[in-house]
């Protein structure tokens, strides 16, 4: 059962910019810590961004900070992640995920979306 839908992805030029949008399917997140998490092609998936339930806590992987900026909607319940400055290497299937806990969504959160592809030529 699919929770998050992700949307934006797409093909840009390196120096670039993309933003990528994260709603719910069937459910409220606003009170969950969400982040994005990307897989390359034969690389396994990495932590990129995430925030907390009310926008106070942000955590950033260092090779995207700087870069990008990810934010929460005004209801609370969807998730964005601006990517400017992209690198060839930022190509990857982009995931949203959510999980009660900020601990927890950087590392092994419990709702996923099913992913949307970022492809950055050069």
């Known amino acids: 059962q699919v929770q998050l839908v992700e949307s934006g992805g797409g093909l840009v030029q390196a120096g670039g910019s993309l933003r990528l949008s994260c709603a719910p399917s069937q459910r409220t997140f606003n009170t969950y810590a969400m982040a994005w998490f990307r897989q390359a092609p034969g690389k396994e998936r990495e932590f990129v961004a995430a925030?907390?339930?009310?926008?106070?806590?942000?955590y950033y992987a260092e090779s995207v900070k700087g870069r990008f900026a990810i934010s929460r909607g005004d209801a609370k319940n969807t998730v964005a992640l601006q990517m400017n400055s992209l690198k060839p290497e930022d190509t990857a299937a982009y995931y949203c995920?959510?999980?009660?806990?900020?601990?927890?969504?950087?590392?092994?959160?419990?709702?996923w979306g099913q992913g949307t592809q970022v492809t950055v030529s050069s």
């Open positions: 925030i907390g339930w009310n926008g106070d806590t942000i």
């Open positions: 995920a959510a999980d009660v806990r900020i601990s927890e969504v950087t590392t092994r959160p419990d709702y």
